[in-house]
């Protein structure tokens, strides 16, 4: 079974810092995409990055560039999202998210998320 | 404001069916990238219902169905029960990035 789990998640002054984590299992996590999507409260859904397979590739939305970082280790099956000078919009819960892999990119499997509040 | 459009809300009652629309551009939808649709359930994460515009997941009703035309795309829900109460999301492809409608509220009557 595919299984997402998110974590790291917390309260953070604007400016702070926090790395999220997702810890996969039930799949070859070396084989696939993955990307984390967030959802501020009472909002929609805003994808924020992905990263191929071997790390190689990285994507991200422009509101975070040059503020988050993703990366993934293989080894440990594991995703993670580096969020620095963080703002009070971001501001959100985060998913992480497979994509299976076709011709077109969405996500086939999603975590519970990790809601991340960024307040004084 | 969300690169795709939908309406915010849309309602129907038990045994009807009820469409939402997912309108893009000619730099998205229209340039030939697929649509996809997700269904988030409350206080729950979001499900794949329908992906590259007409094909259902494994284990989604068959009265879930989406389809595509130029720039825009549509998912029908037939025979709506009240477990198909939730928000309702468009995916799809615009300059290098995943981009999503900005979500419908489905009620059930």
């Known amino acids: 079974e595919v299984q997402l789990v998110e974590s790291g998640g917390g309260l953070v002054q604007p400016g702070g810092s926090l790395r999220l984590s997702c810890a996969a299992s039930g799949f070859t996590f070396s084989s696939y995409w993955m990307s984390w999507v967030r959802q501020a409260p009472g909002k929609g859904l805003e994808w924020v990055a992905n990263i191929k397979q071997d790390g190689s590739e990285k994507y991200y939305v422009d509101s975070v560039k040059g503020r988050f970082t993703i990366s993934r280790d293989n080894a440990k099956n594991s995703l993670y999202l580096q969020m620095n000078s963080l703002r009070a919009e971001d501001t959100a819960v985060y998913y992480c998210?497979?994509?299976?892999?076709?011709?077109?990119?969405?996500?086939?499997?999603w975590g519970q998320g990790t809601l991340v509040t960024v307040s004084s | 404001q969300s690169v795709l459009t939908q309406p915010p809300s849309v309602s129907g009652a038990p045994g009807q069916r009820v469409t939402i629309s997912c309108t893009g551009s000619?730099?998205?939808?229209?340039?030939?990238?697929?649509v996809h649709w997700y269904q988030q359930l409350p206080g729950t994460a979001p499900k794949l219902l329908i992906y590259?515009?007409?094909n259902r997941p494994s284990g989604v009703p068959d009265r879930f169905s989406g389809s595509k035309s130029g720039t825009s795309a549509s998912l029908a829900i037939t025979g709506l029960q009240a477990e198909d109460e939730a928000d309702y999301y468009c995916?799809?492809?615009?300059?290098?990035?995943?981009?999503f409608g900005g979500g419908t509220k489905l009620t059930v009557l």
């Open positions: 590259g515009n007409s």
């Open positions: 998210a497979r994509d299976p892999g076709y011709s077109s990119l969405f996500f086939d499997y």
């Open positions: 995916q799809s492809y615009d300059s290098s990035h995943v981009v």
């Open positions: 000619s730099s998205n939808i229209g340039a030939g990238y697929d």
